[in-house]
């Protein structure tokens, strides 16, 4: 009898392999098509979230409830974008709580995870509206707590990244085919170094033209410093990592330590191209719509990674078991609604953020920075706590 509805929810969910997607949306049964329609939505606030900061202030002048701004229309702006972002959380977080735990396939709350649609929008488009008709001073206290939940959103984010990238350097070596694993992974190892390097040459060209422009060089110099210490970690004998990790992991910090200086307003003659330009330009625009699919594909690819968070690896999957953590998918979700926000406004609520410009603001670049140093701090305690664990078991015995 178990094995008989065991099958059955297997086939309730392979739905879409036999019929079209627009049959499986109405019918709401299969939950690795509920991923996108959730990510779609997140890309529907971000994008509201976006269109009332830049072009809704003339409409929110209207708003009686918002006058404890008064009348600033960067403010008004700022706002607009923590309310997007508020029913975007309170959305996902209520989908969380609703769906945390579930473990199989046949239970209610799966279908509720991947069905029910309809329901589900008209309660999104409330959880939308519902914030701005609050006062400023619930959303301003939303704003002080949305910088923590961000802050959480970039950790999980990082741990993700660097287990994916522990994952694939054991991938590449395995015991069988060595010598041919080997050949690929330095290339592709030393195709990453190659591009770290190039990246912090371009930076000290473009970034740091002057020597007046010691921040920047500090920043590109202490990311160069990073690269060579993962390197040297992840090379000694008794950790022997390999070279490809460090090599990843430094495509990563240049990224953010590039992202960082990016970041910069643009005073001085040390930021080239910089994201805040005085005129909206072609490039402008299509860095804008980058930054955008990032974050939506950022949180999707992490809401889904739920196995590294895992504290029994060894755990094995059921046919019958969810496929991902529901609840840990809407929780990042929800984290990540904080996150646009933040990024909208320049992680400052009282930061003047031009059109078509996303984190911009030196708080900020100073938020990248400090990503960038808990990235190596988490991959080099990665690293080392196998070794530190054995030790002390060695002691106790």
């Known amino acids: 009898m178990e094995n008989g509805e065991s099958s059955s929810s297997n086939e309730r969910h392979d739905v879409c392999k036999d019929d079209s997607c627009s049959r499986q949306f109405s019918n709401g049964s299969n939950p690795w098509m509920a991923r996108y329609v959730y990510g779609l939505i997140f890309l529907v606030s971000t994008l509201l979230a976006w269109t009332a900061r830049d072009y809704g202030s003339n409409a929110l002048m209207e708003v009686k409830r918002l006058r404890g701004c008064e009348d600033s229309r960067d403010c008004l702006g700022a706002e607009a974008v923590l ?16 769906t945390v735990g579930t473990s199989k396939l046949d239970e209610p709350r799966d279908s509720w995870h991947s069905g029910w649609w309809s329901a589900k929008i008209v309660m999104w488009i409330a959880f939308t ?9 619930i959303i301003k206290l939303y704003g002080e707590i949305a910088h923590f939940g961000a802050g959480v959103f970039l950790l999980i984010q990082l741990i993700s990244i660097i287990s994916f990238i522990m994952w694939l350097n054991d991938h590449c ?11 690929y992974l330095m290339l592709l190892a030393t195709t990453a170094y190659v591009v770290c390097l190039g990246g912090i040459i371009l930076m000290y060209i473009w970034y740091a033209p002057e020597p007046s422009c010691i921040l920047n060089i500090f920043f ?10 993962m390197t040297s970690v992840s090379l000694h004998p008794k950790v022997n990592a390999g070279i ?20 910069e307003p643009t005073e001085g ?21 980058v930054a955008v699919l990032a974050i939506v594909i950022a949180t999707f690819s992490t809401g889904i990674d739920s196995k590294c968070f895992q504290f029994r690896k060894d755990r094995t999957h059921g046919q019958d078991d969810v496929p991902y953590g529901y609840g840990f998918f809407h929780f990042v979700f929800a984290t990540g609604a904080m996150y646009f926000a933040m990024l909208l406004i320049g992680w400052n609520t009282h930061l003047s953020m031009k059109k078509w410009t996303i984190d911009v603001g030196w708080t900020s670049t100073w938020v990248r ?8 701090c988490v991959y080099l305690w990665m690293l080392v706590a196998p070794l530190v664990w054995k030790c002390r078991q060695t002691e106790s015995t």
């Open 83 to 98: 309310r997007v972002s508020l029913g975007c959380f309170t959305f996902f977080i209520t989908m969380f709580f609703s």
């Open 129 to 137: 509206t519902i914030p701005f008709l609050l006062p400023s001073g």
């Open 269 to 289: 003659k040390c930021i080239r191209n910089a994201g805040a330009t005085d005129k909206t330009d072609w490039l402008t625009i299509i860095s804008f719509v």
């Open 369 to 376: 920075i400090v990503n960038e140093l808990l990235a190596v």
């Open 220 to 229: 590109i110099t202490s990311t160069l410093v990073l690269l060579q210490l």
């Open 244 to 263: 490809l990790t460090p090599g990843l992991m430094g495509l990563y910090v240049v990224f953010i330590c590039w992202c960082a200086i990016r970041s």
């Open 173 to 183: 070596r395995p015991e069988k085919s060595a010598e041919r694993c080997q050949i």
